[in-house]
């Protein structure tokens, strides 16, 4: 069974602070790395994917992947209310027949105090 | 406009009786997928379609069908629903598995 393991917070962070979310997984196979923000009974939305060790920036989120750790985190700086949601991290798991599945970690829930 | 689309969004229904949520989307992907996701259990999977005519079990597939017969639709199909059954659910779609996947806004399900 792939797992995918994130804290499930909540994590409080003051509005200008950085959040900082963490993940890990199981499958040493994997490849590309998925993180996705869903509020609150809202669909999720992709905001981030990485697939080479090291960091990737996008404005004020940066992904940073190290695959010898099986470890993927996703640092939001300046982080403001509008980024309080639930943080799910993905990861594609091969399910055989040239398939892979994402297999989603049960998220972290992050809250932005004004 | 890019999207998936679901329908219903809400649904309230009795236990046995037969019903089916919508799901299409307007991208070409080749990949579908659904999920339903329920408090401190996350997003878990149910079906997928690999392509048109091609469906496989997700982790908790009992009591759901799908069928793929068209490229854009993937429907989901509860022939007897049951109160287990009240979540969340979603559909997806990927150009292809294992690369993003777009959600459509969700379907809430209660089963009396």
């Known amino acids: 069974q792939k797992e995918v393991e994130q804290n499930s917070g909540p994590l409080s962070v003051p509005e200008g602070a950085i959040a900082s979310l963490n993940c890990t997984y199981s499958?040493?196979?994997?490849?590309?790395f998925f993180w996705y923000r869903q509020y609150s009974g809202k669909s999720p939305e992709l905001i981030m994917f990485?697939?080479?060790?090291g960091d990737k920036e996008d404005g004020r989120f940066t992904a940073q992947l190290n695959k010898a750790s099986q470890y993927v985190s996703l640092l939001i700086r300046d982080s403001q209310p509008s980024d309080s949601a639930t943080y799910l991290c993905?990861?594609?798991?091969?399910?055989?027949?040239?398939?892979?599945?994402?297999?989603f970690g049960k998220g972290t829930k992050l809250s932005v105090i004004p | 406009e890019a999207q998936v689309t679901q329908n219903p969004r809400y649904l309230i229904t009795v236990t046995g009786k037969k019903l089916t949520v919508t799901c299409s989307q307007n991208?070409?992907?080749?990949?579908m997928s659904w999920y339903r996701q329920d408090p401190g259990l996350g997003l878990r999977q149910i079906y997928y379609?690999?392509?048109?005519?091609?469906?496989d079990k997700g982790d908790v597939p009992e009591g759901y069908k799908v069928s793929r017969k068209e490229k854009r639709n993937f429907p989901l199909i509860l022939e007897s629903p049951s109160p287990n059954q009240t979540s969340l659910y979603f559909c997806?779609?990927?150009?292809?598995?294992?690369?993003?996947?777009?959600f459509g806004p969700g379907t809430r399900l209660t089963v009396l």
């Open positions: 997806a779609s990927s150009f292809t598995s294992g690369t993003t996947q777009y």
């Open positions: 499958d040493r196979g994997s490849q590309s």
């Open positions: 990485i697939y080479s060790n």
């Open positions: 993905a990861v594609p798991a091969y399910s055989g027949a040239g398939s892979y599945q994402l297999t």
């Open positions: 991208m070409n992907h080749e990949y």
């Open positions: 379609s690999m392509n048109v005519e091609v469906t």
